[in-house]
């Protein structure tokens, strides 16, 4: 079975640096594209960052510059580079992708990790 599954949350001071990463395991064929969302407490959960198969990138306003997404497609793994933590950058981080499983259905289906929580604290 599939399923994503992060690492490396915490707490920080604001200023501070974290690096999230996610892995995918189980059987799979093909990985398209991968992602980090976030939800803080009250709000919806909105997109961080992405990265398509072949790297191309795309960020939310409010983090670009600061945080920086890439992937091994060897590993099946994306990553999160959180620099510059400010207060506003608490909330559960979830890693997302498009997953193609061996031997299943011969398309993409799209997955969700269990969430990391991120604090920063002022």
């Known amino acids: 079975q599939v399923q994503l599954v992060e690492s490396g949350g915490g707490l920080v001071q604001a200023g501070g640096s974290l690096r999230l990463s996610c892995a995918a395991s189980g059987s799979i064929f093909s990985i398209n594209a991968m992602g980090w969302y976030r939800q803080a407490p009250g709000k919806q959960r909105e997109l961080v960052a992405t990265i398509t198969r072949d790297g191309t990138t795309d960020y939310a306003d409010s983090v670009n510059g600061r945080f920086t997404i890439s992937r091994d497609n060897a590993k099946n793994t994306v990553l999160l580079q959180m620099n510059s933590l400010k207060p506003e950058d608490t909330a559960v981080y979830y890693c997302?992708?498009?997953?193609?499983?061996?031997?299943?259905?011969?398309?993409?289906?799209?997955?969700w990790g269990q969430g990391t929580q991120v604090t920063v604290s002022s």
């Open positions: 997302n992708a498009d997953i193609w499983p061996r031997g299943g259905s011969n398309f993409y289906s799209n997955y």
